[in-house]
């Protein structure tokens, strides 16, 4: 009985764990939305950033489909804060930062010569890049240790009787 209570105890522990590591790793993620919106607000308020004032429609695209990433990026960063441990969380999660990613690549690309990104913004987005990783590290040891824990015999079978699922890593 003292053995049962202490495996279970220790995969609870072990969930909530994972859960703390997303945290920050949500707020490194949710400074990308920032430096989106910064982007789109310096272009809408600042004409001058367009290289060719003519060809606005040309950019159009571009800033929509950045736009429309960080919001489904949102969204799956709120689903993931709610459902940490959920491997249809995880895929969305990198789905939609990868599609996100992509867009900022495809907007200061050479080849988008009519859109002009602040050089302070595009700086921002690398120091981001580079502040994710840590953060995204830590994360995946959490759900490996978690991971690791309930297929581990006899917790395994504390981890089943509780529906302990394995949790996908980013």
């Known amino acids: ?33 920032e430096v989106v919106q910064q982007a789109v607000t310096a272009a809408a308020a600042a004409p001058q950033l367009w290289d060719h ?9 571009y800033w929509t489909r950045l736009q429309v990433a960080a919001g489904l990026s949102t969204v799956a960063i709120a689903r993931m804060q ?10 969305a999660l990198h789905d939609a930062a990868a599609e ?15 859109v002009h990104i602040p050089e302070a913004l595009k700086q921002r987005w690398l120091d981001l890049d ?23 015999y006899p917790a395994a079978v504390i981890a089943s009787l509780f529906q302990f699922r394995v949790a996908t890593v980013l």
């Open 130 to 152: 580079l502040l994710v990783q840590p953060e995204l590290s830590r994360f995946n040891a959490a759900i490996q240790e978690y991971n690791q824990a309930i297929t581990q």
């Open 100 to 114: 996100l990613q992509d867009a900022w690549a495809a907007l200061i690309h050479p080849d988008a010569y009519f």
């Open 53 to 61: 004032p003519g060809n606005l429609d040309l950019g159009h695209s």
């Open 1 to 33: 009985v003292f053995w049962a209570l202490g495996a279970y105890n220790r995969l609870v522990r072990l969930r909530a764990q994972v859960k703390q590591q997303f945290g920050p790793l949500q707020a490194v993620l949710l400074e990308y939305q």
């Open 82 to 91: 709610n459902h940490t441990l959920e491997q249809d969380s995880a895929q």
